[in-house]
């Protein structure tokens, strides 16, 4: 949408790029400690910001390697923008979600750069202080010019949100359960694209708010939207999720959220006669159910794979609106690779055991497909080198990440 706006005209300075050049290296190797240490600084000069970020991600670490691995990205690419402009999209995308302000920036750069200083001690020098400096401003102003017009495409703005009430609550699978959320009063739901996400704001205790990403799981209806929700229920390394947790104690039916619009770059394409293949495991199948219910009402005749994995059979959500698709659209093919290995039919066909196998995809399609990846992190990387490994190009291969993205593509 935005990418070709980005960094059209670099505006670094040619006494900063090769400080900025010759800092990969050593930014590789801090990366980590540099982000560390600044989100320490800043949450305790700025406790309020902590409503603002996932502290989930901050716990687990996820958030603080997704920053590291931005600014090495940057780094390394500041004079390739055709690297970045896709990186730099979902930036975008996240933060408009949560509410980013211009004036945030500021508070980041101070601590960012504080943190830079501290952790490289001699060898920050006043010359590669000012380089990074520079870097940090004009890689804030494309996010603040680009974030500026996505609030603007979408009638929104930071503190805007959307009341919304649950009308319907389901159980999908063991674990996940979907909420429809219809307008509050007079209000209207704007349309979203297959793959988007709504950002839902939960007050956990007075003043204490924390916020989440969930894909849109239905096609767009122009009345209501549809999430669904996986409860992470932790184990003995890891604590239970916070808002899942929450949402499914407290929202039954009638309960009103606080959302964001929808945002999101992930966006399986609709229109059109390429083959297309949507593949997911776990609740990664939430922006696939919304695409093929989608299809069904505007493409039926497109040539569709559905391929879906899980570990066991009660793990399988949103099973009736596959079933409603296979009778909508003659040429979907369906799936289901279940790792217990337990003998099951799923949407009228036999699951098979163990991991997904994309060839069982690319028998059907072929190379020539666009190919749309959620679920773990580890999912899509294995997933991706099959297919690129069977010869299917890099640029047809889309993904969404349910968390911050690792960015190794371009690393
Ligand atoms: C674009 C996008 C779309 C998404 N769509 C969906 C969707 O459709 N459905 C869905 O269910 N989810 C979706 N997610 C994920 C969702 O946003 C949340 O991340 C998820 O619900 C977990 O949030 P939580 O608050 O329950 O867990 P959190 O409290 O954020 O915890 C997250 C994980 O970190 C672990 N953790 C927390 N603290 C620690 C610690 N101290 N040490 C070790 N581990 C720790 C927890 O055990 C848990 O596994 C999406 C995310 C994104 C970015
Ligand atoms: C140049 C500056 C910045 C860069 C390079 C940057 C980079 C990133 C990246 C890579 C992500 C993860 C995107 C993904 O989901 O894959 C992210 C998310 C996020 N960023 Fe930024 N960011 C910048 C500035 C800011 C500022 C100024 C704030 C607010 C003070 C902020 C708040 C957030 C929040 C709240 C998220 C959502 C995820 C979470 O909370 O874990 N960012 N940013």
Same mark, same amino acid.
């Given at each position: 949408?935005?990418?070709?706006?980005?960094?059209?005209?670099?505006?670094?300075?040619?006494?900063?790029?090769?400080?900025?050049?010759?800092?990969?290296?050593?930014?590789?190797?801090?990366?980590?400690?540099?982000?560390?240490?600044?989100?320490?600084?800043?949450?305790?000069?700025?406790?309020?910001?902590?409503?603002?970020?996932?502290?989930?991600?901050?716990?687990?670490?996820?958030?603080?390697?997704?920053?590291?691995?931005?600014?090495?990205?940057?780094?390394?690419?500041?004079?390739?923008?055709?690297?970045?402009?896709?990186?730099?999209?979902?930036?975008?995308?996240?933060?408009?979600?949560?509410?980013?302000?211009?004036?945030?920036?500021?508070?980041?750069?101070?601590?960012?750069?504080?943190?830079?200083?501290?952790?490289?001690?001699?060898?920050?020098?006043?010359?590669?202080?000012?380089?990074?400096?520079?870097?940090?401003?004009?890689?804030?102003?494309?996010?603040?010019?680009?974030?500026?017009?996505?609030?603007?495409?979408?009638?929104?703005?930071?503190?805007?949100?959307?009341?919304?009430?649950?009308?319907?609550?389901?159980?999908?699978?063991?674990?996940?359960?979907?909420? !429809? $959320? /219809?307008?509050?009063?007079?209000?209207?739901? @704007?349309? +979203? *694209?297959?793959?988007?996400?709504?950002?839902?704001? &939960?007050?956990?205790?007075?003043?204490?708010?924390?916020?989440?990403?969930?894909?849109?799981?239905?096609?767009?209806?122009?009345?209501?939207?549809?999430?669904?929700?996986?409860?992470?229920?932790?184990?003995?390394?890891?604590?239970?999720?916070?808002?899942?947790?929450?949402?499914?104690?407290?929202?039954?039916?009638?309960?009103?959220?606080?959302?964001?619009?929808?945002?999101?770059?992930?966006?399986?394409?609709?229109?059109?006669?390429?083959?297309?293949?949507?593949?997911?495991?776990?609740?990664?199948?939430?922006?696939?159910?919304?695409?093929?219910? !989608? $299809? /069904?009402?505007?493409?039926?005749?497109?040539? @569709?794979? +559905? *391929?879906?994995?899980?570990?066991?059979?009660?793990? &399988?959500?949103?099973?009736?609106?596959?079933?409603?698709?296979?009778?909508?659209?003659?040429?979907?093919?369906?799936?289901?690779?279940?790792?217990?290995?337990?003998?099951?039919?799923?949407?009228?066909?036999?699951?098979?055991?163990?991991?997904?196998?994309?060839?069982?995809?690319?028998?059907?399609?072929?190379?020539?497909?666009?190919?749309?990846?959620?679920?773990?992190?580890?999912?899509?990387?294995?997933?991706?080198?099959?297919?690129?490994?069977?010869?299917?190009?890099?640029?047809?291969?889309?993904?969404?990440?349910?968390?911050?993205?690792?960015?190794?593509?371009?690393?």
């Amino acid at each position: 949408m935005y990418a070709n706006a980005y960094l059209e005209n670099p505006v670094l300075s040619d006494a900063s790029k090769p400080l900025i050049d010759a800092s990969v290296p050593v930014l590789r190797q801090h990366g980590l400690a540099i982000t560390q240490l600044f989100y320490r600084n800043m949450f305790e000069e700025r406790p309020e910001l902590t409503n603002l970020f996932n502290m989930g991600n901050q716990a687990n670490g996820s958030q603080q390697q997704s920053l590291a691995a931005a600014v090495f990205a940057y780094a390394a690419n500041h004079r390739n923008a055709e690297a970045l402009g896709p990186v730099l999209e979902r930036i975008v995308h996240k933060h408009v979600s949560v509410g980013l302000k211009p004036s945030h920036y500021a508070i980041v750069g101070k601590h960012l750069l504080g943190a830079v200083k501290t952790t490289l001690g001699e060898a920050a020098t006043p010359e590669l202080m000012t380089a990074w400096d520079e870097a940090y401003w004009v890689l804030a102003g494309e996010l603040i010019a680009a974030e500026a017009r996505l609030y603007q495409s979408t009638n929104g703005g930071p503190d805007h949100r959307v009341p919304v009430r649950v009308v319907q609550r389901k159980q999908q699978s063991d674990d996940i359960v979907s909420f !429809t $959320l /219809a307008p509050v009063g007079d209000g209207k739901l @704007v349309d +979203f *694209a297959p793959g988007q996400y709504v950002s839902v704001v &939960v007050e956990l205790s007075p003043g204490k708010f924390q916020q989440r990403q969930y894909s849109l799981s239905d096609a767009p209806n122009g009345n209501t939207w549809r999430i669904s929700v996986k409860v992470e229920r932790g184990d003995a390394e890891r604590p239970v999720g916070t808002v899942s947790n929450w949402l499914h104690r407290n929202a039954d039916e009638g309960t009103v959220l606080m959302v964001s619009q929808p945002y999101g770059d992930f966006a399986p394409s609709i229109e059109g006669d390429t083959p297309v293949a949507l593949l997911s495991a776990g609740v990664g199948i939430t922006p696939m159910i919304s695409a093929l219910n !989608t $299809l /069904a009402q505007r493409n039926p005749n497109r040539r @569709v794979v +559905f *391929a879906h994995a899980a570990r066991e059979r009660s793990q &399988v959500a949103h099973i009736e609106d596959v079933v409603a698709a296979v009778a909508k659209l003659p040429k979907l093919s369906t799936h289901y690779f279940l790792e217990s290995g337990e003998p099951a039919t799923i949407a009228g066909g036999k699951a098979l055991p163990g991991r997904m196998a994309v060839e069982r995809v690319l028998a059907e399609v072929g190379t020539d497909c666009d190919f749309y990846l959620c679920g773990p992190l580890p999912f899509m990387q294995v997933q991706r080198a099959a297919l690129e490994g069977h010869g299917v190009a890099a640029h047809r291969i889309h993904r969404e990440v349910f968390g911050p993205d690792l960015l190794d593509d371009i690393l």
